[in-house]
């Protein structure tokens, strides 16, 4: 719903053929995996602190310097383009992704985000806008965590939740000429080891937006335009062992077994059950048996477990139904198998800042109410994301929220990802509208009394 009683600021929005090329500019650093003859129909392969990533960070700061914004580099290489607002001394505002990508990535992930918000900075340039506060853009190092095994690690040390010396003592994963490179060398190597340190204490900022394609198919699905970010899901990883006994399969009666894989397979149909009677997921993506051979059954096996959900408290209430399912299944079936369960990680569920949920829910208002269907049909809607994303971080310190984009068969981490130019350009004029209103609220909320 639009606010009420308020004026609309200045309507203004992105140039799509302007931020399409620019994008597409910034993908000759990387691309890779050509499936199709159109220029950009390549996928990207522009691992954290490769050459290419060294190549567009260059076109990055260039492109911010052309557009009268003040530009820094952090210990963990996060790039920072600011355009100054009448009030300099106070944190800026922040629009932020990441330009590295997945080894067999997209166009889209991550990039546009950063894209946007160098096109943001650009209409507010050509339009002379004075914002009351500054506005940024910032890419940070690493997110993708494909390279250096550390997903949003560099916003994840800004946010003081990972120590730098963990951070740049990650090895990358897939060593290229023999000793497999750290974080620090690599940052040194292309010479993006920044002065300033990575820190939200000394580099602080009134709040932190990002762009995103959805990278699932809900709002293509639904014919809808824009999700407006509440937060992210809560997960959990677990390994789980099922220990039973070996023994001959063509002389062990099936009732005289304690066969461990089948008991997992029970293990797993029902995890997935349970997720759907909560309405969240259950994902088992590594299965070993041992010993492996085709003649004995396996007295071993383990698998790994990944719940989901919004809440918190559901999530953990999914884990305790798992529990007693598991406990049952392994006790009355096969003979008594045994169920242990270790945690891998617990990552609770992120909620965004009411203030820049509705700075960018009235924004995506706006922008849609101009498209054809608006009056038909809501054409953006509140989403949970299922992806974890530099924001998480953010979030910690300071008023965080997210937009989401459609995405083309909710395909993404692969080369034929694709946002349409049009759908881009929505995404980035609501982080536009989401930016100023942000930035007129902090000013009638008196931020800058005293800056
Ligand atoms: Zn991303």
């Keep these: 719903m639009p606010a009420v009683n308020e004026p609309e600021p200045p309507t203004l929005s992105v140039n799509s053929d302007r931020l ?71 944190p800026p505002i922040m629009m932020g992704s990441h330009l590295d990508t997945q080894p067999t990535g997209g166009r889209y992930d991550g990039i546009l985000g950063v894209l946007a918000g160098l096109e943001v900075l650009q209409v507010l340039e050509e339009n002379k806008i004075e914002t009351e506060g500054s506005i940024g853009v910032v890419n940070w190092t690493n997110e993708e965590g494909a390279r250096f095994p550390k997903m949003a690690v560099s916003s994840g040390v800004w946010a003081g939740a990972i120590p730098i010396e963990d951070a740049w003592n990650l090895e990358e994963v ?38 995103h394609i959805e990278q699932g198919p809900i709002l293509e699905d639904e014919g809808r335009k824009i999700g407006v970010v509440q937060g992210v899901q809560a997960f959990k990883w677990f390994n789980i062992t099922v220990r039973g006994r070996d023994s001959h399969a063509g002389t062990t009666p099936l ?4 066969d461990s894989v089948l008991v997992a ?14 309405d969240g997921l259950a994902t088992t993506g ?25 809440s918190n408290d559901v999530l953990e209430k999914m884990v305790k139904e798992c529990r007693d399912a598991f406990q049952a299944i392994a006790r009355e079936t096969e003979k008594g198998c045994e169920v242990d369960w270790k945690l891998l990680v617990d990552s609770p569920a992120v909620v965004f800042h009411k203030d820049c949920i509705s700075a960018v829910q009235d924004s995506a208002e706006a922008v849609c109410a ?25 979030n910690l310190r300071c008023p965080t929220s997210m937009i989401f984009t459609p995405t083309r068969e909710g395909i993404s981490h692969n080369p034929t990802e694709y946002c349409s130019a049009e759908d881009c350009a929505l995404g980035a004029s609501v982080l536009l509208g989401a930016v100023l209103r942000y930035d007129r609220m902090r000013a009638d909320r008196g931020d800058f009394k005293h800056a």
Aim: aromatic share 8%; net charge positive.
């Design 286 to 310: 590594i299965f070993n048996a041992e010993p492996g051979t085709v003649n004995t059954m396996a007295h071993t096996s383990t698998f790994s477990l990944d719940l989901r959900h919004t």
């Design 255 to 258: 009732y005289a077994r304690k």
């Design 174 to 211: 897939t060593p290229h000429e023999g000793k497999a490179k750290t974080m620090l060398q690599e940052l040194d190597r292309i010479g993006y080891r920044g002065k300033s340190p990575a820190s939200y204490t000394s580099n602080p900022f009134a709040a932190h937006f990002e762009l």
């Design 20 to 90: 399409a090329s620019s994008l597409h500019e910034s993908c000759q650093y990387g691309a890779d995996h050509r499936y199709g003859k159109q220029s950009i129909d390549t996928g990207m392969a522009r691992l954290s602190l490769d050459d290419s990533d060294r190549a567009v960070r260059d076109w990055f700061l260039r492109k911010a310097q052309s557009l009268a914004c003040t530009t820094s580099i952090d210990e963990m290489g996060n790039l920072f383009a600011i355009r100054r607002g009448k009030n300099p001394d106070a």
């Design 370 to 394: 101009q498209l054809p269907g608006a009056s038909s049909k809501q054409l953006w809607k509140p989403m949970i994301s299922g992806a974890g994303h530099d924001s998480c971080y953010t």
């Design 265 to 278: 397979a029970k293990l797993i149909v029902a995890a997935n059950s349970v997720a759907k009677a909560y």
